[in-house]
T-cell receptor, first 111, second 113 residues
C-alpha cells in the first residue's frame, strides 16, 4: 500500500473551517483515499473517502487534486467534538479494506 | 449507527495464560478484522477474516494468536500463551460485502502481568 504524509498536528478554534492536508505522491490508479479519525479511548471512525472526484457528506468535504497526488479534508465549522487524530489512508479498490494507520494529524480545537 | 461491541472493555491476565477477546460485529457484515494499539503508539493491523478463513495477517500476528467465528456468533481473538508484550488495546472491526466503510469497536484493553 502506498504511503501518505500528514502534518503531525494542527490547531483550530471552534467555528473555524479546518483544512487537513495529505500527500500521497505514489498513489496507484486503483487506490482509494480514505479518512478516519480517532479520539482517545475509542476506535477509529470513518469520515469519508474518494477516488478521483471531490466528495462531501455530513461530516466533511474531501478535495482531491486533479493528479491525485494530494488531498485535503475540509471540516466546516469545527466544534470541540471534532478534536481527534485524523488519518489519511490509501486502500486498494476491491481489496480486503485492510487499513494501514500512520501517525495522522492531531487536531486540537479550542473554545 | 451500526455498532461493533467488544466484551470486556478491560481484561487482566497472568503471563502464560490463555485469553480470548470477544467481538460482536455488525449484523450481516462479512469481513472481520483485529487491530492492536499499544498506548501512545499507532494502530497496527493484525489480521482479517472472511468466509471462515484468515485472508491476510501481519508480522504481529504471532503463532500464539488465532481467530475464529464459530457458527456466525462472536468473532474471537485467542492468545495462547500470553506474553508481557501482548499488553495493548485490541480493536475489532467489521465491514460489509462492499467494504466501503470499516466499523470499529471501542477496544478491549488487555493487561498481561
Amino acid at each position: 500500500d502506498a504511503k501518505t504524509t500528514q502534518p503531525d498536528s494542527m490547531e483550530s478554534t471552534e467555528g473555524e473551517t479546518v483544512h487537513l492536508p495529505c500527500s500521497h505522491a505514489t498513489i496507484s490508479g486503483n487506490e482509494y483515499i480514505y479518512w478516519y479519525r480517532q479520539v482517545p479511548l475509542q476506535g477509529p471512525e470513518y469520515v469519508t473517502h474518494g477516488l478521483q472526484q471531490n466528495t462531501t457528506n455530513s461530516m466533511a468535504f474531501l478535495a482531491i487534486a486533479s493528479d491525485r497526488k494530494s488531498s485535503t479534508l475540509i471540516l466546516p465549522h469545527v466544534s470541540l467534538r471534532d478534536a481527534a487524530v485524523y488519518h489519511c489512508i490509501l486502500t486498494v479498490k476491491g481489496g480486503s479494506a485492510k487499513l494501514i494507520f500512520g501517525e495522522g494529524t492531531k487536531l486540537t480545537v479550542s473554545s | 449507527g451500526p455498532k461493533v461491541l467488544q466484551i470486556p472493555s478491560h481484561q487482566i491476565i497472568d503471563m502464560g495464560q490463555m485469553v480470548t477477546l470477544n467481538c460482536d460485529p455488525v449484523s450481516n457484515h462479512l469481513y472481520f478484522y483485529w487491530y492492536k494499539q499499544i498506548l501512545g503508539q499507532q494502530m497496527e493491523f493484525l489480521v482479517n477474516f472472511y468466509n471462515g478463513k484468515v485472508m491476510e495477517k501481519s508480522k504481529l500476528f504471532k503463532d500464539q494468536f488465532s481467530v475464529e467465528r464459530p457458527d456466525g456468533s462472536y468473532f474471537t481473538l485467542k492468545i495462547q500463551p500470553t506474553a508481557l508484550e501482548d499488553s495493548a488495546v485490541y480493536f475489532c472491526a467489521s465491514s460489509d460485502r462492499r467494504r466501503t466503510e470499516v466499523f470499529f469497536g471501542k477496544g478491549t484493553r488487555l493487561t498481561v502481568v
